[in-house]
């Protein structure tokens, strides 16, 4: 069995939170988590998107940069970049038996308490592939939570939190506050820490952490200052807000929108950004400000660097335009949270992409009513359908759910993400594709393999 065929074994075990198993691996394997600077992004929504946007700026600042994300769209591989690339299957099997090498004399001297689950081996991949490229910075988005996700190992000097929002309560909490403390967890005595959060009640919690942990607290609400349609923030005709406030309503969720990005350090822009959607206004404050703060510390920094990494930036899977085999226009956006659909659900509206036919897939432990609400409105038809995995909510449970929803929807259940955009691309309707990243990556890969779009009449 391949080491990538071996690892694939663990996918079913589930979650395990908790740092026992990441500590004794890393230290058997020489603790590569130690190579170059970590940095570690937490948060419910936006962290993948303020990764790509950092790792892209360090790498155009001239730093070998590893940037580790999670899950995979379509292939594994996609989790572990260098430079922007992803690592090569030769390049992640030799890792991962390292990893395998290390766990199994671990278990012969029962200094494990048992196998590592899925994302704990990846994560000590991750530091291994990072170790044999000598990175200078690994960027490193966080899992699940902070406090007892496998990425936690590290001690990261610098740290950003995106967004807190209710997403993983059986593992989180049941409220913001309980959910920002463990978000809050990341954060390591004497950090740097630069949050997004603006609801008063997990911003407390976060502050009183850093106040605890000895911790500097940049807040982008405090500092940042963003202004739509080309002119700097503050002039006349210019839409202006604070960062923290750039909700999906704040700005204009179409492509092309210019913004200027105001700090105390300078001002960036007018740019495009290189993410789709309202939202990211607020995620590229946070990583302005963590660039930023990387910079006064002497790594990396530079205006033309950051420029870069706000307008060139790519993530898969998030607002996501591609054609289907029939010619017409799909959506693929990896939103699986109430907070991730109303922003999706914006964008919607405001590129005129409505009514769309939704095809969506959920997982067993979201709020599901919370995920479909703002995307029923929406939608001519929907297509449910589920992925291949324990935590999948049956087609036919989630269809029956959406029609106690929208009884006046007319609502379907696939058995496959596959049968499902077969049946969605039947005709020249648009299509969104929403619900989960493991749907967004089903559909990628049926994409990939699909015929392209007609030629035109």
């Given amino acids: 069995m391949t080491p990538q065929g071996r690892l694939a074994t663990r996918e079913f075990v589930g979650v395990k939170l908790g740092l026992v198993t990441i500590r004794t691996l890393v230290d058997a394997l020489g603790h590569p988590e130690r190579t170059g600077t970590p940095v570690i992004i937490a948060g419910t929504n936006g962290k993948g998107s303020v990764t790509a946007m950092v790792s892209h700026a360090l790498h155009a600042a001239g730093l070998r940069v590893g940037r580790y994300t999670s899950p995979h769209l379509v292939h594994l591989r996609e989790r572990f970049a260098i430079d922007g690339t992803p690592v090569t299957d030769e390049a992640l099997d030799a890792a991962l038996q390292e990893v395998f090498d290390a766990e199994d004399a671990l278990l012969a001297s029962n200094a494990l308490p048992g196998p590592g689950t899925y994302f704990e081996l990846t994560t000590a991949t991750a530091f291994v592939l990072f170790r044999t490229a000598a990175v200078d910075v690994a960027v490193l988005e966080v899992g699940l939570g902070g406090r007892l996700d496998a990425t936690n190992v590290v001690d990261a000097p610098f740290a950003a939190i995106t967004s807190i929002g209710f997403d993983h309560m059986a593992y989180l909490g049941d409220s913001l506050a309980h959910i920002a403390a463990e978000k809050a967890g990341v954060i390591a005595m004497g950090a740097t820490v630069v949050s997004g959060v603006t609801d008063d009640e997990p911003a407390r919690v976060i502050e009183q952490t850093c106040t605890q942990r000895h911790a500097t607290l940049i807040r982008t609400a405090d500092d940042v200052r963003i202004a739509t349609g080309g002119s700097p923030p503050g002039r006349a005709g210019a839409p202006t807000c604070r ?215």
């Fill in 243 to 457: 960062a923290g406030s750039a909700s999906p309503t704040n700005f204009p969720a179409t492509e092309n929108t210019p913004l200027t990005i105001e700090t105390p350090r300078r001002t960036y822009g007018p740019l495009v950004l290189g993410l789709r959607g309202a939202h990211q206004a607020a995620n590229a404050a946070v990583a302005v400000r963590l660039l930023e703060a990387l910079e006064a510390a002497g790594i990396g920094g530079g205006r033309d660097a950051i420029v870069s990494g706000l307008t060139q930036a790519r993530w898969p899977g998030r607002l996501d335009r591609r054609t289907l085999p029939s010619g017409a226009p799909v959506v693929l956006d990896g939103a699986h949270n109430p907070d991730g659909a109303r922003a999706l659900a914006v964008w919607l509206k405001d590129a005129a992409f409505t009514p769309a036919i939704l095809v969506t897939a959920c997982m067993r432990d979201k709020d599901v009513d919370g995920l479909l609400a703002p995307l029923l409105p929406l939608a001519s038809r929907v297509i449910a359908t589920t992925v291949d995995l324990p935590r999948s909510l049956p087609a036919d449970a989630l269809a029956s759910r959406i029609a106690t929803l929208a009884p006046a929807l007319r609502v379907e259940a696939v058995a496959t993400p596959a049968d499902a955009l077969r049946a969605a691309a039947s005709g020249r309707a648009r299509v969104v594709v929403a619900g989960s990243l493991f749907l967004v990556g089903a559909a990628l890969a049926w994409l990939d393999q699909a015929p392209g779009p007609p030629d035109p009449a």
